[in-house]
């Protein structure tokens, strides 16, 4: 009899312990929690202005988030301060659950590119003082949306690759390095700046209609590739192949959303149209 209690007790005991565990996990989230608050009330308190944010929030792995709904913040506002400097404030100070993704804050890297007031933009690069207020901030149209303002970036890398990002010749020189004149350096340029940030892809109509589309992004880069005079005439034959099909640059429809809101000024539907006129050029036959 006692042995059968002892057993039983023994039994129990690593579900209590793991009950008290989950108890002061709790009790430690609800303490940091308020110290959000608190911390952020201060900073209210002692702002000579605030601004508002209505940020898209969706969590399907949470009951209770997995219908799509905007959560309202209002944080200090400061001269200089960015999309991405006030979401931060909003995660650091009311909300730590709030899902976005930055990495530099320099604008060179791509990772926070959101929808801002109904335009792609970069979220370390765009100035609050520049925007109408309140500032409505959603994740990316057009692609799945992971969490908040997250969104599923497989595909786009998908079309990026379609196209053999990268520099090819049809023969190394021999002894001495490749060299580039610099009217061609000039004329590649601009389409080297693209930082994978997919804002143009978004932003194009048809890439929303078309899976298939390469989209402005791609296509950009493989103007960058078949414009560069070292790579030689067999590899931009190849790249105008690749960039010629069905899904390719004759899906364009030239209305320049991918231009307008490129946060590099890169002008993609320029490229573009470019492709297709030497696409056409290498296709032409004189007998």
């Not at 933009?121 to 207020?133: A, E």
């Not at 959603?138 to 053999?164: C, G, I, N, R, W």
Request: contains cysteine; charged residues 35%.
């Amino acid at each position: 009899m006692s042995t059968q209690v002892t057993e039983q007790e023994t039994e129990t005991e690593p579900q209590e312990k793991e009950e008290s565990t989950h108890q002061e996990r709790r009790l430690t989230e609800k303490h940091d929690r308020a110290d959000m608050r608190e911390r952020a009330e201060a900073n209210l308190k002692d702002a000579e202005e605030t601004v508002k944010l209505k940020v898209f929030r969706y969590d399907p792995e949470v009951e209770g988030k997995k219908d799509p709904r905007f959560d309202t913040f209002r944080v200090p506002f400061k001269k200089g301060m960015t999309v991405l400097d006030a979401l931060i404030f909003a995660r650091d100070h009311f909300d730590s659950s709030l899902t976005f993704r930055h990495s530099c804050r320099q604008a060179i890297c791509g990772s926070d590119a959101l929808f801002v007031n109904g335009r792609q933009r970069l979220g370390c690069k765009t100035q609050m003082s520049d925007l109408d207020w309140p500032v409505r901030i959603e994740p990316l149209p057009h692609s799945e949306v992971v969490k908040d303002l997250v969104v599923d970036m497989e595909h786009f890398y998908d079309q990026m690759e379609a196209v053999e990002p990268y520099f090819q010749t049809d023969e190394l020189p021999s002894g001495e390095e490749q060299k580039q004149t610099r009217e061609n350096r000039e004329k590649v340029k601009m389409s080297t700046r693209c930082i994978w940030c997919s804002a143009c892809m978004s932003s194009c109509n048809i890439a929303a209609g078309d899976n298939e589309y390469l989209g402005p992004a791609a296509i950009n880069k493989a103007y960058r590739f078949a414009m560069d005079e070292r790579e030689g005439e067999a590899m931009k034959e190849h790249r105008l192949n690749i960039i010629e099909q069905e899904h390719g640059v004759w899906r364009c429809q030239t209305q320049f959303s991918c231009t307008e809101v490129c946060p590099k000024d890169i002008p993609l539907t320029e490229h573009i149209q470019e492709l297709k006129r030497e696409a056409v050029k290498s296709n032409l036959k004189f007998w």
